[in-house]
């Protein structure tokens, strides 16, 4: 098994790709910490999980929150060490204009898109470095690399995601740690419905957007969860500072 003895701590693991991922891990043999927001949803991941033979522990965790991440990840290392950290937690906005996105719907986008993967990189940064091992992976999207009309507040945090990331890997990879990123599509996850949902023609847009995938089909969180185990994993050992794209062949036309 991939991760047999690590633990391994994933935000935003009540549902989508978070829960996959925490899900996917634990097949793989690590012990998850599975955070989320959602008091409801988040123990229902690890209640599937020991469902499936694996351990997994719920906390509830507002990633924005710098003072309770620090000390969440103080407690799991004390307690569990920390292997890897999965910053997957994440939020979408309404399709609009730029001059016309409100500044309530800004902030609430980039403290979780942007201020949450900040905060838990510096929650769990000394404690990879003083144990010289260890790696973060990010979760981006093709809007890291992608300016996507409509969506302009997603795509500068998830942009900013990835480039934080590379910072990340130049900072720690002397000291031992890794830091990638992966970067789905539209995943069929209850965000990416939402986006198709603030359409006039929900059912008409995504026939749209699947005509632009090679594959014809969005991704499934799975697939997300199976690219994020790569990178935590120790076959991924010498790749740091990269976004995995995951797009189903989107970019490459």
Same mark, same amino acid.
């Given at each position: 098994?991939?991760?047999? &003895?690590?633990?391994?701590?994933?935000?935003?693991?009540?549902?989508?790709?978070?829960?996959?991922?925490?899900?996917?891990?634990?097949?793989?043999?690590?012990?998850?910490?599975?955070?989320?927001?959602?008091?409801?949803?988040?123990?229902?991941?690890?209640?599937?999980?020991? =469902? @499936? /033979?694996?351990?997994?522990?719920? $906390?509830?965790?507002?990633?924005?929150?710098?003072?309770? !991440?620090?000390? #969440?990840?103080?407690?799991?290392?004390?307690?569990?060490?920390?292997?890897?950290?999965?910053?997957?937690? /994440?939020?979408?906005?309404?399709?609009?204009?730029?001059?016309?996105?409100?500044?309530?719907?800004?902030?609430?986008? $980039? @403290? *979780?898109?942007?201020?949450?993967?900040? &905060?838990?990189?510096?929650?769990?940064?000394?404690? #990879?470095?003083?144990?010289?091992?260890?790696?973060?992976? &990010?979760?981006?999207?093709?809007?890291?690399?992608? +300016?996507?009309?409509?969506?302009?507040?997603?795509?500068?945090?998830? +942009?900013?995601?990835?480039?934080?990331?590379?910072?990340?890997?130049?900072?720690? /990879?002397?000291?031992?740690?890794?830091?990638?990123?992966?970067?789905?599509? $539209?995943?069929?996850?209850?965000? +990416?419905?939402?986006? !198709?949902?603030?359409?006039?023609?929900?059912?008409?847009?995504?026939?749209?957007?699947?005509?632009?995938?090679?594959?014809?089909?969005?991704?499934?969180?799975?697939?997300?969860? =199976?690219?994020?185990? !790569?990178?935590?994993?120790?076959?991924?050992? !010498?790749?740091?500072?990269?976004?995995?794209?995951?797009?189903?062949?989107?970019? *490459?036309?």
């Amino acid at each position: 098994m991939r991760l047999e &003895n690590k633990t391994v701590f994933v935000t935003g693991a009540g549902q989508g790709i978070g829960e996959a991922t925490a899900k996917r891990c634990a097949r793989e043999g690590a012990f998850v910490i599975c955070t989320d927001v959602n008091e409801e949803t988040g123990p229902e991941t690890v209640a599937d999980i020991a =469902d @499936d /033979g694996g351990d997994a522990e719920f $906390f509830e965790l507002d990633v924005t929150d710098a003072e309770s !991440f620090s000390t #969440l990840v103080d407690a799991v290392v004390a307690e569990h060490e920390l292997d890897v950290l999965v910053n997957n937690a /994440g939020v979408g906005h309404p399709p609009a204009y730029v001059e016309d996105v409100q500044d309530s719907v800004f902030e609430g986008v $980039f @403290d *979780v898109n942007v201020r949450g993967v900040w &905060n838990g990189c510096q929650a769990a940064l000394p404690h #990879l470095k003083e144990r010289g091992s260890g790696n973060i992976v &990010n979760v981006g999207s093709l809007a890291s690399f992608y +300016g996507l009309p409509m969506q302009s507040v997603y795509s500068l945090t998830k +942009g900013a995601v990835l480039n934080f990331t590379r910072a990340v890997a130049a900072e720690a /990879g002397r000291a031992g740690v890794r830091a990638n990123a992966v970067l789905p599509a $539209f995943t069929d996850t209850e965000l +990416g419905r939402e986006f !198709f949902e603030t359409r006039p023609d929900p059912e008409k847009a995504k026939e749209e957007l699947l005509k632009r995938y090679p594959l014809g089909r969005l991704a499934r969180p799975e697939e997300v969860a =199976d690219a994020v185990l !790569f990178l935590a994993s120790e076959e991924a050992s !010498f790749v740091n500072g990269h976004g995995l794209v995951v797009d189903g062949g989107f970019s *490459v036309q």
